[in-house]
């Protein structure tokens, strides 16, 4: 018997990560602009942006590390699990911000 390469899967699958993958990697990038008032927006957009670089560093170098201590399956509990209450928590606590106007927005801040 004899074990055939099927190109496309890997191929679809991959594409099929960076299609839905890439929607919630901009989120963040998108909110910035909103959530900041005009006078921090510089600055506060540039601390968001290095303390996300900082946690997805400390997150990448410790993978390993908790992937010994827990084993390869409850790290992906792990993982699945804060990414779904990341989820709700952005779900319940994110205000709607669409057909506002940006000092409507900032009132809400305040």
Same mark, same amino acid.
């Given at each position: 018997m004899s074990i055939y390469s099927i190109p496309w899967i890997?191929?679809?699958?991959?594409?099929? =990560?960076?299609?839905?993958?890439a929607s919630v990697i901009i989120l963040p990038w998108m909110l910035l602009s909103e959530?900041?008032?005009?006078? #921090?927006?510089? =600055? #506060?957009?540039?601390?968001? #942006?290095?303390?996300? *670089?900082?946690? =997805?560093?400390?997150?990448?170098k410790s993978y390993i590390e908790i992937e010994i201590l827990l084993t390869l399956e409850f790290t992906m509990v792990?993982?699945?699990?804060?990414g779904?209450?990341?989820?709700?928590?952005? *779900?319940?606590?994110?205000?709607e911000t669409e057909n506002k106007t940006l000092s409507e927005i900032e009132e809400f801040f305040a």
């Open positions: 890997p191929i679809t699958i991959l594409c099929g =990560i960076n299609f839905f993958g959530v900041f008032p005009n006078k #921090a927006r510089g =600055i #506060a957009t540039g601390s968001s #942006a290095g303390l996300s *670089y900082l946690l =997805i560093f400390i997150l990448t792990l993982f699945g699990c804060l779904i209450f990341g989820s709700l928590h952005l *779900y319940f606590y994110l205000p």
